[in-house]
C-alpha cells in the first residue's frame, strides 16, 4: 500500500518533473488579509500574482497547503464528523500556472498524474466543465477518451469557483471519484454523497470579483488547481473514508488509547473523528499565529477547541486530553511541516492551558443544559436566553449548545438567541458623545479635512461648538469645537488626540484633546480669553507634545516586526496606546520573554533606528496593499482606500496615526517593562527620544549613587555586594555561636538560683524551669548538655521561640534517672501547652509547638508538672 507520505511525495515530483517550483504551504493564518480568517485554498498566498499587483521568480508552482475551512465563503464545520471526507483542517495538493501554460497542460497532467501515477480506475472517474466551456469540454473529450456522459456540464454554484466574496475566480473543471460498487455514480455527481466525491479542482482563473460584485477581466490567464490530499489518500489506500487512511488512524487509535474506547466506523466513532478533525485544525491554527481568544479567529479556534473538550468527555475523557494528541501530530507531520516540532512546547502549553481553563464551566454547562432539557419533549425548543447563558457564563459557543440540542432532538431559537447576543453587546457598548443638538453653528462643514500629517499649524474657522457641562481643573467650561478643517489628530489606533491652541482675534481657545465622536474630528477645548466666534483663526498643535508622540508610535511599528524576528510569526498586535511619555504594546505570545529576548528586542529596534529609513506613507487600495505585504491588524476595519506606513523594508503596516520623518528621529530606545496581562497576551511599555535618554540618566545616577556607597567603581560593585552578602551572613553565624555561648556561662547563676524541692522520696531536687528569648532549638539543647554535670539531683525545662515555633528541651540528672524519672514523662504535657509533642532520651527530650504565644504558660506549669512527677 502507498503511504500517505509517499503519494504527497509524488504528487510534488511529479509536477517538479514538468518544471514547476516546489514551495513551501503558506501559513494557515494569513498574515496580511484581514478579509481572510484562514487560509482556505492553495492560491491563496498567489492572490497578489493573480490580481497583476506581484510577482515571483517562477511562473510555475506547486505545493501542499494548510487550508482550513469554519468560517467565510467556504465553511464545513457541520460536516466533520458526520461524513468520512469533510474536514476544519486540510491540506490542498496544488499546482499553478501564472500565465504560463493554460487549460489543456493543466488537464493532461492531472490526467496522467491520477490514471498512469496512482493509477486510479479510468472507470471510476466523471469530469465536470462550466455550462458555457466548450473549450474545456473539447479538450477533455481528447484526453480522457470520454463522451459527453462521462464529462458533465455544471452551473456556476458548482463550476464557477470564487476565493470570497472578493478577489480572483474563474470557471473551473472537477475530477469526480466513484466508489459506487457498480460504478453506477453518474447522478451523484456533485449531489453530496458520500460515494462519489470531488478529488480535484482546476480552476482557470481569469477574473476578479470587485466589491460592488461585477467582474472584470485579469490582466493575465492563469491555472489553479487543488486536490484535496486526504480524499487522494482514502481513494488509493481504498478505504471507505479518510479516517481509515493511515493519516487519521494514529490519532483516532491515541483517542481510543487515552480514553479505552475503542474506534468504531459507525455513529459511535463520531467523538473520535471529531477530535481527530479538530486537534489538526487548533494545532496548525496555534502554530501559525492564532491563539484562542474571545474574537475573529481567536475565537473560532476557541470554539473549535472547546467542541473536541465536549466530544472527548463523551467518551469519558473528563480532564485536558488534547495536548496529548501532540506528539501523534508531531510524528505525522514533522517532517512536512517543520513548524509543528519547532513550536510543540508552546502549543501544547496554550492547548492545554486553554482545555483545563473550559473543563470546569464544561462541567457546569452541561448540568445547566439538562436542567434546561428536563422536561422538554422530542422536537421541543431550548429558549435564546438558555442558550445565551449557556454562552455568557459557561463560555459554550452557540455551534456546540445547538449540537446537544439536536443530539437530544431539540432545537434552539436561534433568532432570540441573537436577540439576547445583541442587547448584551449593546449594554456593554461605551456611551459615547454624538454630535446631534446644541450646538452653535458659525459655519456649514462636515468631515473637517485631517492636514496634520503635513502641517502643525493651520488657518481653520470654528464650525460649530457647544459646552460639554464639564469644567477643565481651573474651573472652566470645556466645550466641544469643531473646525472647518483641523491640524489636531483625533484619537485612534492608539495614539492619543492632539492638544494645542485656537487663536482669532476675539479670542483664544486652549485645547486639551482630540477625540472622534461619530467619525467628527472633535476638539475639547476652553476659552482663555475673549468670545468663541467665526472667522479666521490660527490652530497650533503642541509640537512637543505630538513630537514625543510621533517617536513613541513610529517605534512600536519597528518593534512589532522585530517581536515577529525574535519570538516568532505567531506574535500579533493586540492592543497600543501611544502618549507623549510612553508607548505601550500589547502582542499575542504565551510565556514571559527572557532578558536576552528583551535585549535583542531593544537591539534590531535602535539598529533600525539607526539605519535611518525615510518614512513613506501612500495611501492605496486596501487591495493592493495587502498584495504589497502590509501588516494589517486583524478585526480592524478598514475603509476602500487606506494608508500604508513604511520604514525601509523593514516595516510595512496599515496606520492612521502620525510618525517621524525618518527612524532616526526616534532617537532611542528602551523598553521598560514586559509583563502578562490576560492569558496568553504580554504587554511590553517603554520609551523613546529623550525620555529614553532621561530614562538611562536615572539608571546612571543610581548605578553612581550605589557604587558612591559602596565606595568602589562602577564595575565593581556586582562583584561588592556578593562580597558584602557573603560577609553578612558569616557574621551572622558568627554572632549565633556567640549568642548561644554567651547562654552558657548563665548556667551556674542558673543552677545558684534554682528553688529546691523535697517530699518524702526526693531531698533535695533542684527545679531549672526558665523561658530564654531569642535563642535557638540548639542552643536550647546546648544549655540543657551544659547544665547536666553541675546541677546535681535537678529536673530542668528550658523553653524559647525559634523561627516563629515553640521550643521546649527538658533535662533530668542520671541519678534520678536511675530512680524512675524521664525526660519524656514532663515533657509531653509541658509541650501540650504549646500545641505540639516530643520526646527523646530519658535524659534529654525536645519538643516543638505550634503555639510560642503560650511559651510563658507552660514554663510557668513546669514546675507542677515536675513536682507531679517526683510524686
Ligand atoms: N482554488 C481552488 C479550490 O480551492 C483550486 O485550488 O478548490
New binding site residues.
Given amino acids: 500500500m502507498m503511504t500517505s507520505k509517499e503519494i504527497r511525495k509524488q504528487f510534488l515530483n511529479f509536477f517538479k518533473s514538468k518544471d514547476h517550483t516546489i514551495v513551501p504551504s503558506a501559513p494557515a493564518v494569513p498574515q496580511d488579509d484581514p478579509t481572510l480568517m484562514f487560509t482556505n ?3 491563496n498566498q498567489f492572490k497578489d500574482v493573480f490580481l497583476g499587483h506581484g510577482s515571483r521568480k517562477y511562473t510555475r508552482a506547486a505545493d501542499t497547503q494548510k487550508c482550513i475551512r469554519v468560517s467565510g465563503k467556504h465553511n464545513d464545520l457541520e460536516e466533520v464528523g458526520r461524513d468520512g471526507y469533510h474536514h476544519t483542517f486540510f491540506e ?1 495538493l ?1 499546482n499553478w500556472s501564472f500565465g504560463d501554460y493554460y487549460k489543456k497542460e493543466a488537464m493532461t497532467w492531472a490526467w496522467e498524474l491520477l490514471t498512469q501515477v496512482f493509477k486510479l480506475d479510468k472507470e471510476r472517474l466523471y469530469i465536470t466543465v462550466y455550462k458555457t466551456d466548450d473549450q474545456a469540454m473539447e479538450l477533455w473529450k481528447g484526453i480522457s477518451g470520454f463522451g459527453e456522459d462521462r464529462i458533465l456540464r455544471f452551473d456556476e454554484k458548482d463550476n464557477f ?1 470564487e476565493m470570497g466574496e472578493v478577489g480572483p475566480c474563474g470557471p473551473c473543471s472537477e475530477i469526480h471519484y466513484d466508489r459506487t460498487p457498480d460504478k453506477s455514480g453518474a447522478k451523484l455527481v456533485n449531489a453530496d454523497h458520500e460515494d462519489v466525491i470531488e478529488i480535484w ?1 482546476l ?1 482557470f482563473i481569469q477574473h476578479n470579483r470587485k466589491q460592488d460584485g461585477s467582474l472584470e477581466d485579469l490582466p493575465a490567464k492563469h491555472i ?3 486536490m484535496g490530499f486526504e480524499r487522494l489518500t482514502s481513494i488509493i489506500q481504498n478505504t471507505k473514508t479518510n479516517y481509515d487512511t493511515d493519516i487519521f488512524l494514529p490519532i483516532l487509535n491515541k483517542v481510543a488509547q487515552l480514553s479505552g474506547v475503542p474506534y468504531q466506523q459507525g455513529p459511535e466513532g463520531t467523538p473520535h473523528r471529531v477530535i481527530a478533525d479538530h486537534i489538526r485544525m487548533i494545532t496548525f491554527s496555534i502554530a501559525d499565529g492564532a491563539l484562542p481568544s474571545n474574537v475573529g479567529r481567536g475565537y473560532v479556534v476557541r470554539r473549535v477547541l472547546r467542541r473536541a473538550a465536549r466530544f472527548g468527555r463523551m467518551i469519558g475523557l473528563d480532564d485536558a486530553f488534547l495536548y496529548k494528541l501532540l506528539e501523534t501530530l508531531c510524528e505525522l507531520y514533522g517532517e512536512t511541516f517543520p513548524e509543528l516540532p519547532g513550536q510543540l512546547d508552546f502549543i501544547r502549553q496554550v492547548i492545554k492551558s486553554e482545555e483545563s481553563s473550559f473543563k470546569k464551566n464544561l462541567d457546569r454547562g452541561i448540568l445547566l443544559f439538562d436542567e434546561f432539557a428536563k422536561d422538554l419533549k422530542k422536537g421541543g425548543i431550548i429558549s435564546g436566553v438558555d442558550a445565551f447563558k449557556l454562552y455568557d457564563t459557561y463560555g459554550f459557543p452557540v455551534d456546540m449548545t445547538n449540537q446537544m440540542a439536536e443530539e437530544r432532538g431539540f432545537t434552539i431559537d436561534m433568532k432570540a438567541y441573537q436577540t439576547e447576543l445583541e442587547a448584551a453587546k449593546e449594554r456593554s457598548r461605551e456611551t459615547v458623545g454624538t454630535v446631534t443638538a446644541d450646538w452653535v453653528i458659525l459655519k456649514e462643514s462636515d468631515n473637517a479635512p485631517f492636514l496634520g500629517y503635513d502641517h502643525t499649524e493651520t488657518e481653520v474657522e470654528i464650525a460649530r461648538y457647544r459646552p460639554t457641562g464639564e469644567e477643565d481643573e481651573e474651573q472652566r467650561d470645556i466645550y466641544q469645537v469643531m473646525l472647518t478643517q483641523t491640524p489636531f489628530y483625533a484619537e485612534s489606533g492608539g495614539q492619543v488626540g492632539d492638544c494645542g491652541t485656537i487663536n482669532a482675534e476675539s479670542f483664544t481657545l486652549r485645547v486639551l484633546d482630540t477625540q472622534k465622536i461619530d467619525g467628527q474630528n472633535v476638539s475639547l477645548a476652553v476659552i482663555i480669553s475673549g468670545e468663541i466666534s467665526g472667522g479666521e483663526a490660527q490652530a497650533q498643535v503642541d509640537s512637543t507634545k505630538r513630537d514625543r508622540t510621533k517617536k513613541n508610535h513610529s517605534a512600536t511599528h519597528l518593534m512589532h516586526q522585530a517581536l515577529k524576528d525574535v519570538l516568532g510569526d505567531h506574535v500579533q498586535q493586540k492592543g497600543s496606546m501611544v502618549s507623549p511619555e510612553l508607548y505601550r504594546f500589547d502582542f499575542s505570545h504565551f510565556e514571559g520573554m527572557t532578558a536576552e529576548q528583551i535585549r535583542l528586542v531593544e537591539t534590531k529596534v535602535n539598529e533600525k533606528i539607526q539605519a535611518n529609513y525615510q518614512l513613506v506613507t501612500e495611501v492605496l487600495p486596501i487591495e493592493e496593499a495587502k498584495a504589497k505585504g502590509a501588516q494589517a491588524l486583524f478585526g480592524e476595519k478598514y475603509g476602500d482606500k487606506v494608508r500604508v506606513v513604511s520604514m525601509g523594508d523593514y516595516s510595512m503596516e496599515l496606520c492612521g496615526g502620525t510618525h517621524v520623518k525618518a527612524t532616526g528621529d526616534i532617537g532611542l530606545f528602551k523598553i521598560l517593562s514586559e509583563g502578562s496581562i490576560s492569558a496568553g497576551i504580554r504587554r511590553i511599555e517603554g520609551v523613546t527620544g529623550m525620555g529614553a535618554f532621561n530614562y538611562i540618566n536615572q539608571q546612571e545616577d543610581l548605578v553612581k549613587d550605589i557604587s558612591a556607597a559602596l565606595k568602589c567603581p562602577a564595575e565593581e560593585t556586582p562583584e561588592r555586594v556578593s562580597s558584602l552578602q557573603e560577609k553578612y551572613k558569616a557574621l551572622v553565624k558568627e554572632k549565633d555561636q556567640l549568642r548561644d555561648k554567651l547562654l552558657t556561662y548563665n548556667a551556674d547563676e542558673m543552677i545558684q538560683s534554682a528553688e529546691t524541692y523535697s517530699n518524702e522520696i526526693y531531698n533535695n531536687i533542684k527545679i531549672i524551669c526558665k523561658l530564654i528569648e531569642g535563642t535557638s532549638a540548639e542552643a536550647l539543647k546546648n544549655l540543657a548538655h551544659c547544665l547536666r554535670p553541675k546541677m546535681g539531683s535537678a529536673v530542668v525545662v528550658l523553653a524559647t521561640e525559634a523561627k516563629g515555633k515553640a521550643n521546649v528541651v527538658v533535662a533530668v540528672s542520671d541519678d534520678l534517672v536511675d530512680r524512675g524519672i524521664k525526660s519524656g514523662a514532663i515533657i509531653n504535657p509541658v509541650a501540650r501547652i504549646v500545641g505540639g509533642g516530643g520526646g527523646g532520651h530519658p535524659r534529654l527530650a525536645q519538643a516543638g509547638g505550634k503555639d510560642p504565644s503560650k511559651l510563658a504558660e507552660a514554663i510557668q506549669a513546669a514546675p507542677g508538672i515536675v513536682k507531679e512527677q517526683l510524686g
Fill in positions: 485554498a492553495g492560491m490542498m496544488g469557483w479542482n480552476v489553479d488547481t487543488g
